[in-house]
């Protein structure tokens, strides 16, 4: 067993079989806590003690209570537990609650068990051999089938050490737990201590957390700070996955809390109010479950109300198993491969459990073939389920598959490059998206291009800005524009500076639209620097401004005319002489103001503002106070015909 691997023990069986005393002897501790259970002699709420394995490790043991009425209570410690003792008292016998526990732990996955008989020192060696057998034969079938049964007493200590021993060799070669993943505590006990504030226990599913980290605490949905650690007791440094921790917790108030909360990595967990699971009917249930029967919902600690959707049928008979929705009456923190068990709503025994597929899926309609077929995808295993989100969520980036699937970056990382060699997924800057999504938004981009070209055929292409409108608002630009790149380099699309058009196409004018650029050319190239503004050409020259708009988009992009501005344009004969003038300008000079470009151009105020702006923004000069200075002038232009402008 790796030192490292963090443990977790965990008792079950009937009222009054011994479990509370079993664990004193093997750990020294008391874990009955509250004044009730000393005086009934029964465990109400969860105990917890340290217990050192074999091998010098420090083991955490959650005592549960084994009355029916506490069933909730052990429901909500038995969960992350390593290895289970199945604790039965040899002059009883199976009771009740040992077949109920048995149930649940069947329902919640333990892999791991010893079968414990106490209080052997008041039983005869024959009826011993008798009772075990009894065991052997209720376990048929279960993972406890093959499990080693010790014979102990725990006043006497016959037995214990055998018992330590069992454990220590039914504990070797266990996996490790997830510390890399996030952060996620659900809550069993909380509790204030005086000079300290609010303290919360629980068993560390996953992650790794240390003092001074910032946590979310769900409900009520708080982000604070962690103050100190303990673990069996004794402060530390840092705790992992798989040990029994109390965090003290800054900024929290007591009220604030409940059982079923979640201490976890911020931004990650959210709560919700509809899960798809994997429900399965155990076949001692008094009866089936029906179309929207409500039932008692645990996961985790959390307990609330649950509604049973039934999606291919009416009813689920005992020991059958169905893919269900439940609708529960209260939010609570729930992932993928969660466990989880119902109860009947009353009386309140317990009928069955099972797998979370989707903790926040949509409202699904009853018998859709479609439905069905998503869901047992879903359920196939972790790339079906992250390739069912990549295209539910459209474009997610990593944080958002772990709050969807509760699985660790590094984890989700393998599946998505795992994905990516199958030609399933890709990385859109630090966004992922399936292969159908994007050939899906390849089409759209051409449609889009080729809508706008038959809108605007005046324009070279469509704006590179209207053109990401056609995509969903949460595709990121750096997603975008290698998408873009992508579609460029396939041959879909050609990008031209801000404009983007299909291979082939060129803005042509009709004879009409044609009439209309010579006009506005014509008259720019006449009025040279003194060219007024927009509205003033076109109301001198009697034209209509929406007639114009596209004649002025072909005059910019064919470079007949250049957009100083909003409102003032140049002919390009008139811009060239004014670039060259200013480059021999500060070929003598090392300043220039407004006034002497002004003369030198022999324009008006307006149109040498607008002309020294345009070449800021170009870089060709740069504005200290009431001056310019050169900064990155370009060569001169190649042609520059004077009497043109």
Same mark, same amino acid.
Request: charged share 25%; hydrophobic share 40%; with cysteine.
């Given at each position: 067993?790796?030192?490292?691997?963090?443990?977790?023990?965990?008792?079950?069986?009937?009222?009054?079989?011994?479990?509370?005393?079993?664990?004193?002897?093997?750990?020294?501790?008391?874990?009955?806590?509250?004044?009730?259970?000393?005086?009934?002699?029964?465990?109400?709420?969860?105990?917890?003690?340290?217990?050192?394995?074999?091998?010098?490790?420090?083991?955490?043991?959650?005592?549960?209570?084994?009355?029916?009425? /506490?069933?909730?209570?052990?429901?909500?410690?038995?969960?992350?537990?390593?290895?289970? *003792?199945?604790?039965?008292?040899?002059?009883?016998?199976?009771?009740?609650?040992?077949?109920?526990?048995?149930?649940?732990?069947? %329902?919640? #996955?333990?892999?791991?068990?010893?079968?414990? =008989?106490?209080?052997?020192?008041?039983?005869?060696?024959?009826?011993?051999?008798?009772?075990?057998?009894?065991?052997?034969?209720?376990?048929?079938?279960? /993972?406890?089938?093959?499990?080693?049964?010790?014979?102990?007493?725990?006043?006497?200590?016959?037995?214990?050490?055998?018992?330590?021993?069992?454990?220590?060799?039914?504990?070797?070669?266990?996996?490790?737990?997830?510390?890399?993943?996030?952060?996620?505590?659900?809550?069993?006990?909380?509790?204030?201590?005086?000079?300290?504030?609010?303290?919360?226990?629980?068993?560390? +599913?996953?992650?790794?957390?240390?003092?001074?980290?910032?946590?979310?605490?769900?409900?009520?949905?708080?982000?604070?700070?962690?103050?100190?650690?303990?673990?069996?007791?004794?402060? =530390?440094?840092?705790?992992?996955?798989?040990?029994?921790?109390?965090?003290?917790?800054?900024?929290?108030?007591?009220?604030?809390?409940?059982?079923?909360?979640?201490?976890?990595?911020?931004?990650?967990?959210?709560?919700?109010?509809?899960?798809?699971?994997?429900?399965?009917?155990?076949?001692?249930?008094?009866?089936?479950? &029906?179309?929207? $029967?409500?039932?008692?919902?645990? *996961?985790?600690?959390?307990?609330?109300?649950?509604?049973?959707?039934?999606?291919?049928?009416?009813?689920?008979?005992?020991?059958?198993?169905?893919?269900?929705?439940?609708?529960?009456?209260?939010? +609570?923190?729930?992932?993928?491969?969660?466990?989880?068990?119902?109860?009947?709503?009353?009386?309140?025994?317990?009928?069955?459990?099972?797998?979370?597929?989707?903790?926040?899926?949509?409202?699904?309609?009853?018998?859709?073939?479609?439905?069905?077929?998503?869901?047992?995808?879903?359920?196939?295993?972790?790339?079906?389920? +992250?390739?069912?989100?990549?295209?539910?969520?459209?474009?997610?980036?990593? &944080?958002?598959?772990? =709050?969807?699937?509760?699985?660790?970056?590094?984890?989700?990382?393998?599946?998505? +490059?795992?994905?990516?060699?199958? $030609?399933?997924?890709?990385? *859109?800057? #630090?966004?992922?998206?399936?292969?159908?999504?994007?050939?899906?938004?390849?089409?759209?981009?051409?449609?889009?291009?080729?809508?706008?070209? $038959?809108?605007?055929?005046?324009?070279?292409?469509?704006?590179?800005?209207?053109? &990401?409108?056609?995509?969903?608002?949460?595709?990121?630009?750096?997603?975008?524009?290698?998408?873009?790149?992508?579609?460029?380099?396939?041959?879909?699309?050609?990008?031209?500076?801000?404009?983007?058009?299909?291979?082939?196409?060129?803005?042509?004018?009709?004879?009409?639209?044609?009439? =209309?650029?010579?006009?506005?050319?014509?008259?720019?190239?006449?009025?040279? @620097?003194?060219?007024?503004?927009?509205?003033?050409?076109?109301?001198?020259?009697?034209?209509?401004?929406?007639?114009?708009?596209? @004649?002025?988009?072909?005059?910019?992009?064919?470079?007949?005319?250049?957009?100083?501005?909003?409102?003032?344009?140049?002919?390009?004969?008139?811009?060239?002489?004014?670039?060259?003038?200013?480059?021999?300008?500060?070929?003598?000079?090392?300043?220039?103001?407004?006034?002497?470009?002004?003369?030198?151009?022999?324009?008006?105020? &307006?149109?040498?503002?607008? %002309?020294?702006?345009?070449?800021?923004?170009?870089?060709?000069?740069?504005?200290?106070?009431?001056?310019?200075?050169?900064?990155?002038?370009?060569?001169?232009?190649?042609?520059?015909?004077?009497?043109?402008?």
């Amino acid at each position: 067993m790796p030192p490292s691997r963090h443990i977790i023990i965990g008792t079950a069986g009937h009222v009054d079989h011994g479990k509370t005393e079993l664990i004193r002897a093997l750990t020294g501790e008391e874990t009955d806590r509250l004044k009730e259970e000393k005086e009934r002699g029964i465990s109400i709420d969860l105990g917890f003690a340290s217990f050192r394995l074999p091998g010098g490790q420090v083991a955490g043991v959650v005592d549960v209570p084994g009355h029916e009425r /506490f069933i909730h209570n052990m429901l909500a410690g038995i969960g992350g537990i390593d290895l289970v *003792l199945l604790v039965v008292d040899v002059n009883e016998g199976v009771m009740p609650q040992t077949r109920e526990h048995l149930q649940i732990l069947q %329902l919640l #996955d333990i892999h791991r068990g010893i079968l414990v =008989l106490t209080k052997c020192d008041l039983a005869e060696e024959d009826w011993i051999d008798i009772v075990e057998e009894e065991i052997r034969e209720e376990v048929t079938g279960t /993972f406890l089938e093959n499990a080693p049964f010790c014979r102990v007493s725990s006043i006497t200590g016959d037995g214990i050490p055998a018992l330590v021993a069992t454990i220590g060799q039914s504990l070797k070669s266990l996996p490790s737990k997830d510390a890399d993943g996030p952060l996620r505590l659900p809550v069993d006990r909380h509790f204030s201590v005086a000079g300290f504030g609010t303290v919360v226990t629980g068993t560390l +599913l996953s992650g790794t957390v240390r003092p001074g980290d910032a946590v979310d605490v769900i409900p009520p949905g708080e982000q604070v700070r962690v103050r100190e650690i303990q673990v069996h007791g004794e402060k =530390l440094p840092e705790a992992r996955a798989g040990q029994r921790v109390a965090l003290n917790l800054a900024g929290l108030d007591r009220d604030q809390l409940q059982r079923g909360a979640v201490v976890g990595s911020p931004g990650i967990f959210e709560q919700t109010e509809r899960l798809d699971v994997r429900l399965t009917l155990l076949p001692t249930a008094p009866r089936p479950l &029906k179309f929207r $029967d409500p039932v008692h919902f645990y *996961l985790g600690t959390a307990r609330v109300v649950g509604i049973v959707a039934l999606l291919d049928r009416d009813l689920l008979e005992p020991g059958e198993s169905a893919l269900v929705q439940i609708h529960l009456d209260r939010p +609570l923190v729930a992932h993928r491969q969660d466990r989880f068990i119902i109860r009947s709503y009353s009386p309140m025994i317990t009928i069955g459990g099972g797998l979370v597929i989707d903790p926040a899926p949509i409202k699904h309609k009853r018998f859709r073939d479609e439905v069905m077929s998503a869901l047992k995808e879903l359920e196939s295993g972790e790339m079906a389920f +992250l390739l069912q989100k990549l295209s539910e969520l459209v474009c997610p980036r990593i &944080k958002d598959l772990e =709050l969807a699937s509760g699985m660790g970056r590094e984890r989700i990382e393998q599946h998505l +490059l795992a994905l990516q060699r199958e $030609d399933k997924a890709a990385r *859109l800057g #630090d966004q992922w998206a399936t292969l159908t999504t994007i050939r899906g938004w390849h089409h759209q981009l051409r449609e889009a291009t080729r809508l706008y070209h $038959d809108k605007h055929p005046l324009h070279p292409g469509i704006p590179h800005a209207t053109l &990401k409108g056609a995509l969903p608002t949460k595709l990121a630009p750096k997603a975008y524009d290698q998408l873009l790149a992508e579609a460029a380099q396939a041959g879909e699309l050609v990008q031209q500076q801000e404009w983007i058009g299909l291979p082939g196409f060129r803005p042509t004018p009709t004879p009409d639209q044609q009439g =209309l650029i010579d006009r506005l050319e014509t008259a720019y190239r006449n009025e040279g @620097c003194q060219a007024i503004n927009k509205n003033g050409m076109l109301e001198q020259l009697g034209l209509n401004s929406d007639r114009c708009e596209d @004649c002025f988009t072909f005059l910019f992009t064919s470079g007949r005319l250049v957009k100083l501005n909003e409102e003032s344009f140049f002919h390009r004969a008139t811009y060239d002489k004014a670039l060259s003038l200013l480059i021999d300008h500060f070929a003598s000079h090392d300043t220039l103001t407004m006034a002497e470009f002004r003369d030198l151009t022999g324009s008006a105020r &307006k149109q040498t503002q607008a %002309l020294l702006e345009y070449f800021d923004r170009q870089k060709y000069t740069l504005r200290k106070e009431d001056f310019r200075v050169a900064w990155q002038l370009p060569a001169a232009p190649d042609t520059f015909n004077e009497e043109e402008a």
